[in-house]
């Protein structure tokens, strides 16, 4: 029992790093740091200057030791060369972390930055929160995560067709009034894209409400409705 509390307690912040610690540091800071937290970072397997680099890290390991001596680090090393084994690297960190998974989006070489990218998204609903530091105003800020990877049932496209040509969202009776389908139908529907991650319901009164998601919207953008030919 003790070592389940422990896994959903615990967090493992999962970051890139470069030569500036400050992407790391900021964002490790802004949730505070408890005894059981560890911070995996990520370098490419060779560097052209692995003094600055050791540097950095020694400067996030400092600091890490000042606040909370009992936070772990772990320095995990990400083929730069080959972007899908890069990318595969990546997801099999994700997959490993226990407890709480924190990605930050930001710091650290581009040729590892973005296989992380790829794999967050790729494991969307297994983050729980992902930051980002800001260079522009220094500020650490969460990022919604689309999910992406989810299915659509064919069956479904026209509602949600329907409710992305909506202004802001649209209530299931409304939606059943607009199509030939049975109010049954476009409720199944609608718990079938919600479960999928592509739209966003919430009650008003006893009214099922619903609009497009963050993921919904790429979604359209990015794939053809079944009927659509090319």
């Known amino acids: 029992m003790s070592n389940q ?3 959903k307690t615990m967090r493992t912040y999962i970051s890139p790093i470069g030569y500036n610690p400050t992407s790391v540091t900021r964002v490790l800071l802004s949730r505070g740091l408890e005894t059981d937290d560890i911070a995996v970072l990520l370098r490419p397997k060779t560097d052209t200057n692995d003094d600055r680099a050791q540097e950095a890290i020694t400067d996030v ?5 000042e606040i909370q001596p009992e936070v772990s680090t772990a320095i995990e090393r990400i083929p730069h060369d080959d972007f899908p084994a890069a990318v595969l690297a990546c997801s099999d960190i994700i997959r490993a972390a ?10 650290g070489a581009r040729d590892i930055f973005l296989p992380f990218t790829v794999a967050v998204l790729t494991h969307a609903s297994s983050i729980d929160t992902a930051l980002a530091f800001s260079d522009i105003d220094g500020k650490v800020r969460e990022r919604e995560l689309p999910v992406l990877t989810a299915d659509i049932p064919n069956s479904t496209w026209d509602t949600l067709v329907l409710i992305a040509n909506v202004d802001n969202s649209i209530s299931i009776p409304e939606i059943t009034k607009q199509t030939q389908h049975a109010k049954s139908t476009i409720t199944r529907h609608v718990n079938q894209l919600d479960e999928s991650g592509v739209v966003e319901t919430w009650q008003k009164g006893k009214t099922k409400h619903v609009g497009l998601s963050f993921a919904g919207r790429l979604r359209l953008r990015a794939q053809h409705t079944p009927d659509e030919t090319d």
Not at 98 to 107: E, F, P
């Open 61 to 65: 390991e400092r600091m890490l030791n």
């Open 98 to 107: 226990n407890g709480t998974v924190i990605a930050n989006l930001s710091g």
């Open 5 to 7: 509390l422990v896994l």
